[in-house]
């Protein structure tokens, strides 16, 4: 979510970005004040300011492309005249949005996959074209694992599954711990539920599971491209899937490194 009343420094921070890296900054924008009650109250935000977030992103692409006309003596530097591609970051109104305003979305969430495809297909009927976008552009994100074997890649779920569970039971979200901590716990019935819920739906499996399941995806949403977005406790194993993850997807050369 922007800062309330700060599209202007937004705008500030990412032209700065952008000047340092050129033509490496995508500027992701979402409604979220907060994944927490307490991450809410530190950033001064409740939940009724997400409806200000078409007009805070009007504001922020108004100080980019310097037709913003509410401080016409103030200049975003080094923002103003960066061509920045700014992407929605949406779950459900937020695609109504990036839509009528004729920008890229960002949908998130591979395991309602129903709700994702009408998501999607109502971003595309909807679509305006703009400066930013001349027709519809959707990423999809959400978790993948891979692994030498199903279990092991589930296991790579298991310690981000758990701290979602513990926010929306606690208000707090810990530290991702080792899988094998967290399953041997003992967790209360709505824990439980909700570690469970976090664990389905999600992407994860062999090379060629996942790669089957990645072409379904696609198939099912039109994807014009996939986010991955996979955090686990064990970095090696999260290098190993993304490695395992490159080669299914076919973005290894002859040799089986990474293609740059």
């Known amino acids: 979510m922007l800062p309330n009343h700060q599209p202007f420094v937004v705008a500030e921070q990412f032209g700065v970005l952008a000047s340092l890296f050129p033509g490496r900054i995508d500027m992701g924008l ?7 009650d307490g991450v809410r109250r530190a950033l001064g935000r ?21 037709t913003q006309r509410a401080h016409p003596d103030v200049h975003a530097r080094p923002a103003e005249g960066l061509r920045i591609p700014p992407y929605v970051l949406a779950t459900g109104e937020g695609a109504t949005i990036a839509a009528a305003m004729g920008l890229p979305l ?25 400066k930013w976008a001349e027709a519809p552009y959707v990423l999809v994100a959400g978790t993948v694992a891979v692994a030498g074997t199903a279990e092991a890649a589930r296991r790579l779920l298991v310690p ?18 080792p899988a094998e901590e967290i399953e041997g716990l003992t967790m209360t019935a709505r824990e439980r539920r909700l570690f469970e819920d976090g664990l389905r ?21 039109g994807a014009d491209e996939v986010l991955v977005t996979t955090s686990t406790y064990d970095r090696a194993a999260l290098v190993d899937s993304m490695t395992r993850l490159a080669r299914a997807a076919g973005l290894t050369g002859p040799s089986g490194d990474t293609a740059a």
Do not use: C, I, N
């Open 106 to 130: 960002v949908m998130g969430d591979l395991r309602d996959r129903e709700r994702l495809v009408r998501a999607v297909e109502a971003y595309r009927e909807a679509f305006v074209p703009s």
């Open 160 to 177: 981000e599954a758990w701290s979602m569970a513990y926010a929306r039971t606690h208000g707090t979200f810990p530290p991702l711990a």
């Open 46 to 66: 409740d939940k009724q300011d997400a409806d200000a977030f078409a007009e805070q992103l009007a504001e922020l692409l108004g100080w980019l492309d310097g």
């Open 30 to 36: 979402g409604r979220s004040v907060g994944f927490t």
């Open 201 to 221: 739906g999600q992407l994860a499996g062999t090379e060629d599971e996942v790669a089957a399941a990645l072409d379904r995806v696609v198939g099912e949403t």
